[in-house]
């Protein structure tokens, strides 16, 4: 949900509560004021009945709501006020009435006198009421939200330009972002933080990237030099049993070493994000072609593999990268899967998933994912290779997962 329709669902609430008790109060004010009101006329009716019978005792006929009656006794009493239902001509209705009762002594004579009138009922003001109400209700949040969406489009207008550039910021960019000025002074110091982030992450990132490309660079050569030594002393001097077996140690270090410093590698440029091109890949192609130099390796220990590829089945990705992909899938299976085993490689228009027989293991298999996460028996494994398949599925958008069931491990890109 966007500021402005929180602030805008905010303003309609309390809008709605502050009018319903307004409304409400304004109810309970009116009927309290037409009470009193009545009650006043009722007390002067009162008095002018008792002025009437002072001067004219005789007199007992006055208006239909007011009842005078002679008392066999003489009588005082204060005048009550009550609420009665009369029924209205010619409606024959039934409605609320104001009553007023007191009782005097005038020239030795006893009177009884009752004198109604009819309330306003709230009823009959509230339907105005509440139309006045709602009319006013709309056009004060209708209002509010056009001067908040007037004024949250110029004040939030820095924000958004900034939310642009951060979108489209990357931090092999040459030059440092524009970010516009703004006079409201959050907005300015946001502006400053930003520009401070992001000038150090460009330095730091460029850094990183010309250290990691220095130290891969100058890596290459001193192990090159190793391994041209190594070889010419296997080749060219008679070495006892002892000599060979270390050298063989050595070689074997120098050639992991090698592979971990190019997996190294390809892991910052591919967190860097330096893989950018992007182009429309048959992996069904790729497979088989990726397969074919190690078939005689899936032989040798036994492997048949059984082949599920839907046909007219492409993705969107750098070739580069799903070569390495499917790669370390087909190498993962090479040397995890049982001897004498299938594997089943299926290709389907969502999603691809490599399927082979292997050990139980003792955690997660998505644990797999991790760096140098390797199973007990991975003695020869650097423990990159899934970790490589899974950066290179975040880059393109892809979901990778490990699943174990029955024996089976399952390795499923869901494109």
């Not at 003792?362 to 390797?374: G, Y």
């Amino acid at each position: 949900m966007k500021l402005l329709q929180r602030t805008n669902r905010n303003y309609l609430a309390y809008s709605l509560l502050v009018i319903s008790l307004i409304g409400s109060l304004l109810v309970v004010v009116m009927n309290r004021i037409t009470r009193n009101e009545t009650d006043e006329q009722l007390l002067a009716q009162l008095n002018t009945v008792r002025s009437s019978l002072q001067e004219n005792p005789e007199k007992l006929c006055f208006a239909p709501q007011v009842q005078v009656r002679i008392l066999p006794y003489p009588a005082i009493s204060n005048p009550v006020f009550s609420d009665s239902l009369m029924t209205t001509q010619p409606e024959n209705d039934l409605e609320t009435s104001r009553v007023i009762t007191a009782c005097y002594t005038i020239n030795q004579v006893g009177y009884a006198i009752r004198i109604s009138n009819p309330m306003i009922q709230a009823s009959e003001f509230f339907g105005l009421l509440l139309i006045t109400v709602i009319i006013a209700m709309i056009l004060l949040v209708t209002g509010l939200i056009l001067l908040n969406r007037r004024i949250s489009h110029q004040t939030w207008k820095p924000f958004g330009q900034y939310l642009d550039v951060l979108q489209t910021f990357t931090f092999d960019h040459p030059s440092k972002i524009d970010l516009i000025n703004s006079d409201i002074d959050e907005f300015s110091e946001l502006r400053d933080v930003l520009l401070r982030f992001t000038g150090k992450a460009q330095s730091d990132f460029l850094s990183l990237k010309e250290f990691t490309e220095n130290a891969s660079h100058e890596m290459q050569t001193p192990l090159a030099i190793i391994q041209t030594r190594v070889d010419s002393l296997v080749q060219g001097v008679t070495l006892s049993q002892d000599q060979a077996e270390h050298l063989g140690v050595i070689q074997q270090s120098l050639q992991r070493l090698n592979r971990l410093n190019q997996a190294l590698v390809l892991l910052t440029r591919i967190e860097n994000k330096q893989f950018s091109e992007s182009v429309r890949i048959d992996p069904a192609t790729v497979i088989r072609r990726q397969m074919d130099p190690l078939s005689d390796l899936f032989d040798s220990r036994g492997l048949t593999v059984q082949y599920l590829l839907s046909p007219n089945i492409f993705v969107q990705a750098n070739a580069q990268l799903f070569e390495i992909v499917i790669s370390n899938l087909l190498n993962n299976c090479l040397k995890h899967a049982l001897t004498n085993t299938e594997v089943v490689i299926t290709l389907d228009q969502t999603f691809m998933s490599f399927q082979n027989s292997g050990n139980p293991v003792t955690f997660e298999p998505e644990l797999f994912f991790d760096r140098f996460r390797k199973g007990t028996s991975s003695t020869g494994s650097l423990g990159l290779g899934l970790t490589l398949v899974k950066k290179i599925c975040d880059l393109s958008g892809w979901k990778v997962s490990y699943k174990i069931e029955g024996g089976l491990h399952n390795i499923t890109v869901r494109f």
